[in-house]
């Protein structure tokens, strides 16, 4: 195998390899989504239980015990999902990185994953690699393919069906912009509820209620995180069917567009000449 064979047995690669991780990560993603439901229907109950004149003590140990169990799931999922979720990011970063023919894409899969992890950095930079992710993914990025004959005879002998490109799907940048305020608005409010005192009624009734506000905002940025994991392993997949299914002469008219390109980036430094 020589040239573009061997790049569509990378393509292949990558892009199988990142519909698994992605699939995984959608797995983790929709845990942590459950157990925030638990817990904020724990947070409830005790606000429940708070209410009533008289407490029976069983209730209030079963409350207290379910709040356990769910602190200890939450930090096991959560550190699952999170692993989960940045493994891949790194494929996906790895895969785009693969497909991106003509511009390249700005982030390493090691670069992506410390925006998420650097203190301060992620703040903002997670936002930045899923929302270049998305873009840089589209698909009038690749040549689209002649159409292909579904040869299974399902058309019959009178008519020949075509083989149908799946939709790539796409999220608004507000979407992804508020996947990550989400999420960061739930660390912070699970961090103020800690710090809260509980040891009166009316303090440990503020405390519940934050608690229940930060799993709130845990549940929607996990749902939202599911929209856009979903749409990007889209985009890879269309990115990588585009390109597989290309003729050798139309990757080549890409190699030659992004040389034109480099060139004139190349072109704005002042004393450059580019190459003939």
Known sequence: MSGWSEARVAWDLDAGAARRRARAAIFGLVAMAAVGAF?????????????????PASAWELANTLREVGGLVELVLGLLAGVLFLRWISRAVAAASTLELVRG????????VMAFLLPVVNLVQPYKVVRDLH???????????????QLDGAGGYRRVEMVHAPRAGAVHHAAIGAWWTLYVGSR???WIASSMRDGTVAEFTEARAVFIASD???????????????????????????LRHASDEELDGRLVERDLLLRQDFAR?????APL
């Open 39 to 55: 817990t904020g229907l724990v947070g409830t109950l005790h606000l429940l239980l708070l209410r009533r004149t008289a407490v």
């Open 105 to 112: 894409f700005p982030w390493t899969p090691t670069g992506a």
């Open 135 to 149: 873009d840089r993914l589209a698909p009038d990025g690749a040549p689209e393919p002649a159409p292909r004959p």
């Open 188 to 190: 912070v409010l699970g």
């Open 216 to 242: 709130a905002a845990s549940i929607a940025a996990a749902l939202l995180a599911v929209r856009v994991v979903r749409a990007i392993d889209s985009r890879i997949a269309e990115r990588h069917r585009r």
């Open 269 to 273: 430094y002042r004393g450059f000449e």
